[in-house]
């Protein structure tokens, strides 16, 4: 999906090397993921160069920014720019003096972990068990794990409107007026099932405050107007209205489209990656394939509208 525009920035001489160059972007995946350049968040970015970043953002719905040096307080500042933060309401693993931020991680710190280390092991995008599901995520590097000199613990990013324009018309057709539910407790269970919760389960506290919400099976974007599939494999329980076997069948039949990999950017991070995404765009899996290797990041929500 790269634009004449996009090969016009990626070709310019000033955006060839120097960090203090225009911003620049180019395209990495099919339909989704981007490199942006010619920007340090660190150092503040000024109103051009975030119309810049949310620009890219629109079109690409996966944005990485590379090389970046970042306080915590540099995080939340580029954050909030992008919306509202969400500070956690399940948070047990923020990052010290910082609610806003979380640290993903599978590092143990005498006997304590200091993050949550099952994040993503199902398709899914974020907060989608909130009435307003977070709109952006923004995750940053700090730590990642090596094997034989190549990264690992790879993030995976699906196009959840290319896996919706793909669809047959008649399944279209079928499912644009349908909702479907997500649950947070359904989501614990099903790791709990497969020996993946690498956390306590839910207190009947945690469960009142996480009730299963509806929302459309497919919704439409705020900002582009393009229609995404949402319902996810992490955190979808049923299509509101089907008995348990058809609500079933279809749900397994749109979770195998999004796991189609021509819709697919999956990003090999590097120390110092800030990427931002759409999740409303994309859905994305977190590849565990690292074991006990230090991995470190920090996360950011930001909260969206109620979907439509
Ligand atoms: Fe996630």
Redesign the pocket.
Known sequence: METSLDRARSASPSTASAPAAAPGVRALGPGIGAEVTGIDVGAGIDASAMAFIQDALNRYSVIVLRGQDLTPADQIAFSRRLGEMRTSFYNRYAVPGHPELSVVSNIVENGQAIGIAD??MLW???ASYLPTPDMY?VLYGLEIPQRDGQPIGDTIFSSSWGAFEALPADVKARIVTLRATHSFADHIEKKRRANNLKRAPLTAAQKAELPDVDHPVVRTHPVTGRKCLFVTEGHTSAIVGLDAGDSDALLKLLWEQIRKPEFQYRHSWKKGDLIVWDNCAVQ?L?VFDYGDTPRRLH?AGIAGPVPY
Request: zero cysteines; charged letters at 20%.
């Open positions: 994040a993503g899914h995008t974020d995520t994305h977190a996360r």
